[in-house]
């Protein structure tokens, strides 16, 4: 470590000198101090270490919220190590898919997913040990045992700086395969300090992390908040009560959140009644109508819009949503935000184009995808593959995504039309297949599919939907599907996605 790095392994050394005996986390019904994280963290770095991990090495895990997630993620700050956070919604090949990229010596797995690894543990030869959240079974030791072992050892010296790899997570896919996004120290840093700006976080606030912490926003959040010696609640999965009582009995200040959560929980409030005075700051994608609910029973909390994503560890821009409604806020404190033509030419106010950045939030590259990684930065910028327009104050509106990066939303998920068609071509009565995201009341947005059938063969709209299901997560399953005798090309012969779009929206 050089004289003048810092990463996320220091600011649990400094929380747990400066905070000491203050609440650091909420989790599976303890309550752990600062200065309890940081043994917890050394114990289980050394456990690590003892059994071989070095730093830059891969470890997976694939489970829900709890103490175990963010003790790993202290463990891998403390040993330079990356982690590799598993979206757990994703099918058993996406999975594989997942550890297969990443090569991991290790994998840690909740007891609902051992079978998942278990099934595919052929293609990881790579693995060395696996550990299970729920005791042991077959190949799996218990990770509880792992933990206890590096008790009164340390942990060799971190060879870790601000660049290098913290975690990889793995983003929509493209070209029907997920890429994994290498996060650093040094960029996850940034981004908690612009947020604790914004915010003007301190060691007061109280996160709470229902989001899964396999999720940029998740983690985002609660480093963001750890940053400031503040402490996170975590819950394994979104629960209106359990999010109703945690807020009350802890006095949660700050989270985020992606639709229909804010609407549920304040539907919950508004039947069973709750006390939500604590909260400060609000974050997520949702409707007008719920962020006026929200404001109108949380006078004095703030919704804030945002843009951001996870190749950004955070959020790039932002802003009180009654700044400017409608817009994702003006570029925060520690990036260059541009709007510019194909050719990477800046463009006036008003004109829209793609969303490119500069700073050092901006991510180390995809893992393994140098050609990617060459047309993601070319000319110096990150490329998002985003459309917006500046308006003459310095918001940003969000336009859509370009024609190369067609993504869907649904409830805060990133979903790429091109991995929804690919599962939808593999079903034998499918000739063509156009995918694409239209407005959603529930979640924002929602995937609808348009299909080709072969001659002389039939499938109904479920059964195909299914069909996709069992394929790719089920969250990327189509919500609409409807047949057509033809799709809309344009003069070269290949799909026309506007007209698609045009034709077809309301069909």
Request: glycine content about 10%.
């Amino acid at each position: 470590m050089g004289l003048r790095d810092f990463t996320l392994s220091d600011v649990i050394d400094r929380n747990a000198e400066v905070h000491g005996e203050r609440l650091a986390f909420v989790a599976d019904g303890q309550r752990i101090s600062h200065r309890e994280y940081r043994l917890r963290v050394e114990r289980l770095a050394a456990a690590l270490a003892g059994i071989g991990l070095v730093a830059g090495e891969r470890v997976a895990v694939l489970a829900q919220n709890c103490l175990a997630y963010v003790e790993l993620y202290g463990a891998a700050a403390r040993l330079g190590l990356i982690l590799v956070p598993v979206n757990w919604r994703l099918s058993a090949e996406e999975i594989a898919h997942v550890i297969t990229d990443t090569t991991p010596k290790a994998i840690v797995a909740g007891a609902e997913y051992l079978a998942i690894i278990e099934g595919a543990r052929d293609r990881f030869p790579f693995v060395e040990r696996f550990f299970s959240l729920g005791g042991t079974a077959g190949v799996f030791g218990a990770f509880e045992d792992l933990a206890r072992a590096g008790a009164g050892t340390r942990a060799p010296a971190s060879e870790c700086s601000r660049d290098s790899g913290f975690v990889i997570m793995h983003t929509a896919a493209v070209a029907g395969r997920p890429r994994g996004a290498l996060l650093s120290h040094g960029g996850l840093l940034a981004a908690n300090l612009q947020l604790a700006g914004s915010w003007n976080l301190s060691a007061q606030d109280v996160h709470l992390a229902v989001l899964p912490l396999f999720h940029a926003s998740g983690l985002g959040l609660m480093l963001a908040v750890q940053q400031a010696g503040g402490a996170t609640v975590v819950l394994p999965r979104f629960d209106p009560q359990a999010v109703l009582q945690a807020i009350s009995a802890e006095k949660v200040s700050v989270f985020a959140e992606f639709p229909p959560m804010l609407g549920t929980l304040l539907d919950k409030t508004a039947k069973d009644g709750g006390d939500l005075s604590s909260l400060r700051h609000l974050t997520g994608l949702d409707t007008p109508d719920t962020i006026s609910r929200f404001e109108a029973v949380c006078p004095s909390a703030r919704f804030w819009a945002a843009y951001g994503q996870c190749e950004l560890s955070g959020l790039v821009t932002i802003a009180p949503f009654r700044e400017r409604p409608g817009s994702a806020g003006k570029p925060a404190m520690l990036n260059r935000v541009f709007v510019v033509d194909e050719l990477d030419r800046p463009l006036p106010a008003g004109q829209t184009g793609e969303i490119v950045v500069r700073g050092p939030l901006v991510f180390s590259g995809y893992w393994n995808c140098d050609t990617d990684n060459a047309f993601t930065f070319r000319n110096g910028w990150h490329h998002t593959g985003d459309m917006g327009r500046f308006d003459a104050d310095g918001y940003l509106w969000y336009g859509g995504r370009s024609p190369a990066k067609e993504l869907i939303k649904p409830g805060g998920e990133n979903v790429y039309p091109a991995e929804v068609e690919k599962a939808l071509l593999e079903h034998p009565a499918v000739a063509e297949a156009a995918v694409f995201g239209v407005p959603d009341a529930q979640w924002g947005e929602a995937i609808k599919a348009v299909c080709v059938c072969r001659e002389g063969q039939t499938v109904a709209a479920a059964e195909l939907i299914e069909f996709v299901g069992e394929r790719i997560a089920r969250f990327k399953r189509p919500k609409h599907l409807v047949f057509a005798a033809a799709l809309p090309k344009n003069a070269q012969g290949l799909l026309d996605r506007a007209r698609v779009k045009q034709d077809f929206a309301r069909a």
